[in-house]
């Protein structure tokens, strides 16, 4: 695999306070990357976008690069705690190349229930 098919994903804690880096490569899934980081990503509907338990902030800057979110998705925001105009569900990212240096924030309500 090349370089170029990397990407680069920094998750950045609630408070601002931790930030990881990694390499993930086109086409992974943000959950699965989040959650093999052991990011606070619960993702209780296993991608099936039943619920927002996997909800990020993305960076303004960073925003654009994302396709649109489906009207499917955007309903899951709406139940989502401290969404944002930059709200995600992780599930619903598949990261493409275009998408490198994509910074994402761990909303400050999340709560992680399968470490417990």
Do not use: W, Y
């Not at 899934?29 to 619960?42: I, K, R, W």
């Not at 598949?94 to 709560?111: E, N, W």
């Amino acid at each position: 695999m090349t370089e170029a098919s990397l990407i680069l994903v920094r998750f950045v804690s609630a408070d601002g306070e931790n930030v990881q880096e990694v390499q993930a490569h086109d086409g992974d899934n943000l959950l699965d990357v989040g959650q093999a980081l052991g990011q606070p990503l619960e993702g209780t509907c296993e991608g099936q976008m039943a619920c927002s338990t996997c909800h990020v902030i993305v960076e303004a800057e960073d925003f654009a690069k994302l396709p649109r979110a489906s009207e499917a998705e955007e309903d899951m925001l709406d139940l989502a705690a401290a969404a944002t105009r930059t709200s995600r569900l992780s599930c619903q990212i598949t990261l493409k190349a275009g998408m490198d240096s994509l910074t994402v924030r761990i909303p400050s309500d999340s709560h992680n229930m399968q470490g417990i």
